[in-house]
């Protein structure tokens, strides 16, 4: 699983020279959709968290820190030690999961909103 997370992670790069452009640029035509759409709905969002529950901001971003390898690797050497019939079926929907992302960002890179400045959204990490 740690090779194919590396191999994701070197092979973002592969297809644009400089993907910050076109992933900004490919955010802005979203934003614009959602906008359009009216679903534009994140920097409300935000600023109502920020405003009334900031304590659960930053729960909420250790949880983001927290909550991605040192659950998964404990989890996945859980399954693979109790249930390795359990463990191989969550390591395919991983992998396939990298895959179909390693392809979807090669083919439309895609920056977050965060990253936006025109839309207001703070990073809050």
Do not use: C
Not at 58 to 75: A, D, M, Q, R, T
């Amino acid at each position: 699983m740690s090779v194919a997370y590396a191999s994701y992670t070197l092979g973002r790069g592969l297809v644009y020279e400089n993907q910050i452009l076109p992933a900004h640029d490919n955010a802005l035509d979203i934003i614009e959709l959602k906008r359009v759409t009216g679903l534009l709905r994140e920097g409300l969002l935000q600023d109502w968290f920020l405003n009334n529950l900031s304590s659960a901001v930053h729960v909420l971003n250790w949880f983001y820190i927290l909550g991605y390898w040192p659950v998964v690797l404990p989890v996945a050497v859980y399954l693979y030690v109790k249930n390795r019939e359990a463990y191989y079926v969550y390591r395919t929907v991983a992998l396939i999961t990298l895959g179909v992302a390693l392809v979807s960002y090669e083919l439309y890179p895609l920056a977050p909103p965060r990253l936006v400045s025109s839309i207001g959204i703070v990073d809050t990490l």
